[in-house]
């Protein structure tokens, strides 16, 4: 209803300010020396901007809604559940494309997504240098800066243009899956693949019609939450590989203007299976 609608608008806007603020304090970080670590592997990084706009964005968003939940990726990292409840939960990546932050390669953002009763309500990614700002709210439309997106009404695979990512496993099995899938639709004659290194960015990019589709396993919620609202309310299609409704704790997503194109990369694309985000969940 009209009220219930009302409540989440309130939130989206406290959202937008808060990526705002963040992204002010990343773009200051870019032009300097970034103190880099690891991971779960040599090529899972992380600096300390990303915990620091993390923390930043959570307390900010605690101190005005104490009673809700919040997912981020580096607090999960240090051991907190994804566990997305009935309850208001936000979904936060602090810095989406940390490797390129590292390289001051000018693809990074910040996400924001909002689900209740594990329902995405809006999602809010801005593109920090940019100045880029991606929103979308259920119901209501998506938008970048104001200006409204409608994806493209692409269906044939030789007149693509697709977006996928590479993850930070390196093992040879994954490396096959990733170099085969690359082949099959290099065969299939699309114009293009391109990766940015940003998989919010990537997805805003399905969402603006820049591009036709988008796939990627190994993601997690942060990188998908808010993109998917944007996505749907752009008009566009997001499914899990296997065909079937997207999953947020599935880790695997495939995003395009048209369900025929979306159809056919689930049914072309291999993939390999990692753990839920909601694994250790109870
Ligand atoms: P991040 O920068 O927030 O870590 C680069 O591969 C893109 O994919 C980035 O958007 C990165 O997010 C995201 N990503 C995160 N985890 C990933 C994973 N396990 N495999 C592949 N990509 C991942
Ligand atoms: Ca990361
Ligand atoms: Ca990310
Ligand atoms: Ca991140």
Redesign the pocket.
């Known amino acids: 209803n009209e009220m219930y609608s009302k409540q989440w608008e309130g939130c989206m806007e406290i959202a937008v300010q808060t990526a705002r603020t963040a992204g002010q304090v990343i773009r200051e970080a870019f032009k300097h020396e970034k103190e880099v670590s690891t991971k779960?592997s040599p090529v899972?990084?992380?600096t300390e901007t990303?915990r620091l706009v993390e923390d930043l964005i959570i307390s900010s968003l605690r101190e005005k809604y104490p009673s809700h939940r919040f997912i981020g990726?580096e607090s999960s990292a240090a051991g907190e559940k994804c566990l997305l409840t009935d309850n208001p939960t936000w979904i936060i990546?602090?810095?989406?494309?940390?490797?390129?932050?590292i390289h001051s390669f000018p693809m990074?953002?910040v996400?924001i997504g909002f689900a209740v009763n594990k329902e995405l309500e809006f999602g809010v990614i801005y593109h920090c240098l940019d100045e880029n700002l991606y929103t979308a709210r259920k119901g209501h439309g998506a938008f970048c800066n104001g200006i409204q997106l409608q994806v493209s009404k692409e269906t044939d695979m030789s007149k693509a243009l697709i977006l996928t990512?590479?993850?930070?496993?390196r093992d040879p099995a994954t490396l096959k899956i990733f170099s085969g899938n690359m082949e099959r639709l290099l065969k299939a004659q699309v114009h293009g693949i391109r990766?940015i290194?940003?998989?919010?960015?990537?997805l805003c990019q399905v969402a603006s019609g820049a591009a036709d589709a988008y796939y990627?396993?190994?993601?997690?919620c942060?990188?998908i939450a808010a993109a998917a609202v944007i996505i749907r309310e752009a008009g566009g299609n997001v499914i899990d590989t296997s065909g079937g409704p997207l999953d947020l704790m599935s880790?695997r997503i495939v995003a395009a203007g048209t369900v025929e194109m979306a159809h056919y990369i689930a049914r072309e694309i291999q993939t390999i299976t990692?753990e839920r985000d909601d694994h250790n969940a109870n």
């Open positions: 779960s899972d990084l992380v990303d990726e990546d602090p810095i989406d494309g940390t490797c390129n932050f990074v953002a996400s990512e590479i993850g930070a496993k990766v290194g940003s998989a919010t960015l990537a990627q396993f190994g993601l997690h942060w990188d880790r990692y």
